[in-house]
Structure formats: C-alpha cells, structure tokens
C-alpha cells in the first residue's frame, strides 16, 4: 500500500515539475519575443537639420543621398540598399567598396531618381542639406528622412553627424567605438607633423573649366587646420574670391593663386587634360612657391573631395603625412 503510495507521490511531483518548467520556458519565450517586437516597433526622434523625424524600429534598408554618408554607413558596417554614386560604382573609393556589399544606384547625387528609391522600400533616407533640401518633402512622403550637411559641411559637420545617423540605425554605441578610434588615428597623425610646420598648404580641385581652391571653411581645408597645418586662403582671403554651387570651393584665377602664393598644393584631378597644364606653360606658374619648391602633389578626387567621413578623412591624413614627410609611412 505505501509503495503504491510513494510511487503515485513520485509522478505527482514529476508531473508538477514538467509543468513548471514548461510554464518557465513558455514565459521566456514570451518575454523573449516581447523584448523582439520591442526593438522592432520602438520609435525614436531624430534632430536633424530640417526639423525632427520619428523612425520606428531598426532601420534595415538605407537610401543615401550623398558620399560621406557612404562612409558613415561603412565606417558602422552596414551596407546602404540605395547609393546616389552619379551612375558611377567606380567612384566608390576601395576603402569603402571593400565594407559594403552590392547595392543598387538610384542617380546622381543633385538629382536622385525618385521612383528608384521608391522600389526599394527603404526605412531610411539620409539627404544632404545643401542639395536635397529642396525634395525633401517628396523623401518624406517615401521613407522617413533626415537632412545633414555634406556638401558645403566641414570636418566638424561631417563628424557630428555620424552620431546622429548611428542613432537613427540603433547604433549608438559602436558609433561611440569607432569615433574614439578615429579621434585616436587623427591625434597619431597630428603627432608626426612637425611643430615648427609653418608651410602653407592648399588643397584644390582641378578640371579642364577652372581651379577650385578649398577655403579653410571646406571640408578637406578643415581637416588640414585640425591637423595642424596653416591654410594659404582663410575666411576673411575667401570674401574676394568666387564661391562654387555657393559652397567653399573658390574659383581662382593663375594671378590670384600667384598671390595667394601657396607652399603646397595638393591637386585633386577628375581628368588627365586640365586647366593646370595650361597654366604651366605660363611663366607665372612658377612664381608660385610650391612650384619652385616640388611641393605639388597630384591625390584621389573621390577620397579627398567627395566622402567627407571618418574613413576618407584618415586617408586624407595619411596621404598628406606621406608625401610631406620623408622617412614617414603611414599605412
């Protein structure tokens, strides 16, 4: 009698326990799923340049509009669905295409294709102020988008927007990483340029129509005063020269590069036959300090004037230490 007892007490017990554990995993399970659906239906409201803009959930599938936002996307991991690349995936510089995966282009960046990025259904737009801030309703009526400035933003505009689209795609603290890594890479290199470096430099794009000079306001001229070095056209220089696209690049003539009479020029070329070797045939070129002097160096247009990012900012930086400064490789 007992034994029949204590093994009927037995399957209670076992009986009990089976369903207290179920109960435990099925509550996981719910809490589990809940914490899921959290992330996935969670909304957050982004500040951007335009007003605010309220993104719900992780954003999966990204259209940007511009270049440094590229950069920013690949300096987080993640690979854009839709790139304004002009039409042209070459311009990917290889630093960048070497993070992202395939993509699809939707156009040129002054004037993005619309219905392209509208088959792509994305869950994000980044548009740049200067050029999108005209269509930005017609973005909004796509996707939920935010406007930052990269055109005509300097160093310190481009990196305080990578915070803002890390927290637009949940990703705020890798941001947190990989901007104090940048932040370390920039600190190395300011190291190796010399104190006494007193040499003026300009960074200026060159084209078969003009040469356009990069004011200390510009992206890449900011980087180089961040990095130490004296810039040959400043803000109060910049007034009494001609802005293109109204932005700080600086249409020059040869007697006012005579004038402004750089130390080193650093040339971004998109064309083998520009409006340099015009100039060099005409004695004036070679009054120009840099000239005399072999400090003319010929850099990547894309990398240097187009992505604006944390990425392209360290090559900048690197280039520019290399080619300065013999007995120095940075890789």
């Not at 996707?143 to 637009?168: C, H, M, Q, R, W």
């Not at 600190?187 to 040469?211: C, H, K, Q, W």
């Not at 004036?284 to 010929?298: G, R, T």
Request: hydrophobic fraction near 35%; include cysteine; glycine fraction near 6%.
């Amino acid at each position: 009698m007992l034994g029949r007892q204590y093994i009927v007490s037995l399957l209670s017990i076992f009986l009990i326990s089976i369903l207290i554990l179920a109960g435990c995993g099925a509550q996981s399970t719910q809490e589990g799923k809940t914490a899921e659906e959290k992330e996935n239906t969670e909304k957050i409201m982004i500040q951007h340049e335009l007003g605010e803009t309220e993104i719900s959930g992780k954003p999966e599938k990204v259209v940007v509009l511009e270049y440094s936002f590229v950069d920013a996307l690949a300096s987080l991991g993640v690979t854009p669905v839709g790139i304004a690349d002009d039409g042209k995936k070459e311009n990917i510089i290889t630093s960048i295409s070497d993070q992202i995966e395939e993509y699809t282009s939707v156009g040129t960046r002054k004037q993005p294709n619309l219905e392209v990025i509208h088959s792509l259904k994305p869950d994000l737009i980044i548009a740049d102020l200067k050029r999108h801030k005209g269509i930005y309703e017609d973005l909004q009526a796509i996707s939920p988008t935010i406007v930052l400035p990269s055109l005509d933003g300097n160093y310190e505009d481009n990196i305080e927007a990578f915070p803002v689209i890390a927290k637009a795609l949940g990703m705020s603290d890798e941001a947190e990483v990989r901007l104090k890594d940048h932040h370390n890479q920039i600190e190395e290199l300011r190291a190796m340029i010399p104190s006494d470096e007193g040499r003026s430099v300009l960074p200026a794009v060159v084209t078969s129509n003009g040469f356009f000079g990069h004011s200390d306001k510009s992206y890449v001229g900011s980087l180089f005063t961040d990095l130490g070095f004296t810039h040959a056209i400043t803000e109060e220089d910049a007034k009494g020269l001609q802005e293109y696209l109204d932005s700080p690049y600086l249409k020059m003539n040869l007697e006012q590069l005579v004038e402004f009479n750089p130390d080193i020029l650093f040339l971004m070329k998109s064309e083998d036959n520009t409006i340099e070797e015009e100039w060099e045939e005409n004695p004036l070129w070679e009054n120009i300090s840099a000239v005399k002097n072999n400090q003319v160096y010929e850099v990547d247009r894309n990398t240097w004037a187009k992505f604006r990012g944390l990425i392209s900012s360290e090559l900048i930086g690197k280039d520019a230490v290399n080619h300065l400064y013999e007995g120095i490789t940075v890789e």
